[in-house]
């Protein structure tokens, strides 16, 4: 009798343990992957690397947390996330969903912008709580008090008046206020509202901010245009970054609502 129980335990523990590995392999990838949201609108080549493997972009197909998505020279794409916010991407861009939350109707979201262009349109959480949404670069953090606005990252390119840096990230903002700072010191950023952009150069502080298309930033309507498509967000009024005129203070504090200016050149860093 004892050599039967011990025979029937060692046959039981050894199922045990080809159920649990079963269970692990099944469940694994499941757990791992988390809906985020899905294409609307695709043009151009736009693919997602997930887990590694490589799936083409097209309206309907869903976007998971940890998904690394990239268009190609012509490519476009529109992603709406559960919580209703808009992602944007412009032509040669390449993005990576890294966090996407909803915890009690707040919403916690991060993207790595590691090339290109993004388009930002975030939706407030109930109850009109601020979500907490950033757009990492390989330079920079933008983090938003608002809610639309465009990232871009570009490297290996010297802009004239920034001597030694080849690292750029800008922002164009064009509701409410996004806070951009250095990667390095995050609380140590400039706030720029809405009708206003801002360039980071390498690791220093950001420009002060200067009117929509007046620095040289560039925006997803400057991207688009040079690759010779058009933005897919309707603008809101004309101009050359496609986003409303900024409001402008009393005449004696902004004179550039008065006469007329030539764009400014960067400041020397």
């Given at each position: 009798m004892r050599r039967n129980r011990s025979h029937y335990s060692a046959?039981?523990?050894?199922?045990?343990?080809?159920?649990?590995?079963?269970?692990?392999?099944v469940s694994g990838p499941a757990l791992a992957q988390t809906a985020a949201g899905s294409f609307v609108s695709v043009s151009g080549q736009v693919q997602i690397q997930?887990?590694?493997?490589?799936i083409g972009a097209a309206?309907?197909?869903?976007?998971?947390?940890?998904?690394?998505?990239?268009?190609?020279?012509?490519?476009?794409?529109?992603?709406?996330?559960?919580d209703r916010s808009r992602l944007e991407l412009g032509p040669a861009s390449n993005i990576t969903l890294d966090e996407f939350t909803i915890t009690g109707g707040s919403t916690s979201t991060r993207v790595s912008l590691v090339s290109g262009v993004l388009r930002s349109l975030v939706n407030a959480a109930s109850g009109g709580a601020p979500a907490n949404y950033q757009v990492?670069?390989?330079?920079?953090?933008?983090?938003?008090?608002?809610?639309?606005?465009?990232?871009?990252?570009?490297?290996?390119?010297?802009?004239?008046?920034?001597?030694?840096c080849q690292r750029y990230t800008d922002i164009s903002v064009y509701q409410g206020t996004v806070n951009l700072a250095p990667l390095a010191t995050p609380n140590a950023g400039q706030d720029v509202g809405a009708g206003y952009e801002s360039t980071l150069p390498c690791d220093k502080p950001p420009t002060t901010p200067g009117p929509l298309g007046m620095t040289g930033a560039t925006s997803l309507d400057s991207a688009?245009?040079?690759a010779g498509g058009g933005g897919l967000f309707t603008a809101t009024s004309p101009g050359s970054s496609g986003a409303p005129a900024p409001a402008c203070p009393p005449p004696s504090a902004c004179p550039a609502c008065t006469i007329p200016v030539t764009p400014p050149h960067p400041p020397t860093i």
């Open positions: 046959v039981f523990g050894a199922e045990l343990l080809i159920i649990s590995a079963l269970v692990l392999v997930r887990a590694g493997a490589t309206s309907g197909v869903g976007v998971d947390v940890a998904d690394r998505i990239v268009t190609g020279a012509d490519g476009h794409g529109v992603i709406v996330l559960n990492h670069t390989p330079n920079a953090v933008a983090s938003v008090r608002g809610t639309r606005f465009d990232t871009a990252y570009t490297e290996n390119i010297i802009r004239s008046g920034y001597q030694g688009t245009a040079g």
